[in-house]
C-alpha cells in the first residue's frame, strides 16, 4: 500500500529566506505525485504536480518539487518565501491505474516578518 | 463554472442526529471523493466514486454511507453523529483520466456534541 510521510509538521521561516519542505513516499509501483495548498479557512489547491518525464516540476508562484526515484522523495522548495506563502502544505502520492489519492500528514508553513 | 460546491458550509449536530453534506461538480468529472481532516492527520478518503453508478470504500467509511445520485452529485450521509466524526469534511473530483488530479471543494466544518 502507498503511503507518504511529511516529517516536518511545522516549518517557521524569515521573510525573503530559502525554504525545503520534506516528502518521502513508499509504493511498490510507479506513482504520480502532488503537493497541493491550503491556505487558512480554505479548501485544497494543486501547487504542482509530477506525471513523468523531467524530474524538476515548477509552479507558477516561485515552488519547485523534485522527483527523486531513488531516495522516493518529492521535496518542495523556494528561494524566497513571502508573506503570502504562509499554509499548510499537502503532499500525496496516487499510484499509476489506481483511483486513491494518499495524504501526508502535513505541513504547516509559518512566515517570520 | 463553479468547480465542486459543498452544502452547508457549517453544522452542528447532536450526538445521534443525523445530516447529509451534499457536493456538487459542474466539471463533467467521472470521479467523485469524500474525505475527512483532522488535525496532524492529513486527508483521510471516506468513499469515492469512480463512476455514476459506484462506490466503493476508503480508509475512513464506519459511520458513513454515500449516494452517487448522478454524475454531478455525491453525497456524504451520518446516520447517527458521533463526537468523533467532528472534522472538516471535503469533497473532490477528477475527470477520471488516468493523469488528471482532483480539485476539491471548500469544505464543510462539523461539529457533533
Known amino acids: 500500500a502507498q503511503s507518504v510521510t511529511q516529517l516536518d509538521s511545522q516549518v517557521p521561516v524569515f521573510e525573503e529566506a530559502p525554504v525545503e519542505l520534506r516528502c518521502n513516499y513508499s509504493s511498490s509501483v510507479s506513482v504520480y505525485l502532488f503537493w497541493y495548498v491550503q491556505y487558512p479557512n480554505q479548501g485544497l489547491q494543486l501547487l504542482l504536480k509530477y506525471l513523468s518525464g523531467s524530474t524538476l516540476v515548477e509552479s507558477i508562484n516561485g515552488f519547485e518539487a523534485e522527483f527523486n526515484k531513488s531516495q522516493t522523495s518529492f521535496h518542495l522548495r523556494k528561494p524566497s518565501v513571502h508573506i503570502s506563502d504562509t499554509a499548510e502544505y499537502f503532499c500525496a502520492v496516487r499510484d499509476f491505474g489506481n483511483e486513491k489519492l494518499t495524504f501526508g500528514t502535513g505541513t504547516r508553513l509559518t512566515i517570520i516578518p | 463554472n463553479a468547480g465542486v460546491t459543498q452544502t452547508p458550509k457549517f453544522q452542528v449536530l447532536k450526538t445521534g442526529q443525523s445530516m447529509t453534506l451534499q457536493c456538487a461538480q459542474d466539471m463533467n468529472h467521472n470521479s467523485m471523493y469524500w474525505y475527512r481532516q483532522d488535525p496532524g492527520m492529513g486527508l483521510r478518503l471516506i468513499y469515492y466514486s469512480a463512476s455514476e453508478g459506484t462506490t466503493d470504500k476508503g480508509e475512513v467509511p464506519n459511520g458513513y454511507n454515500v449516494s452517487r445520485l448522478n454524475k454531478r452529485e455525491f453525497s456524504l450521509r451520518l446516520e447517527s453523529a458521533a463526537p468523533s466524526q467532528t472534522s472538516v469534511y471535503f469533497c473532490?473530483?477528477?475527470?477520471?483520466?488516468?493523469?488528471?488530479?482532483?480539485?476539491f471543494g471548500p469544505g464543510t466544518r462539523l461539529l457533533v456534541l
Open positions: 473532490a473530483s477528477r475527470i477520471g483520466t488516468e493523469q488528471e488530479t482532483q480539485y
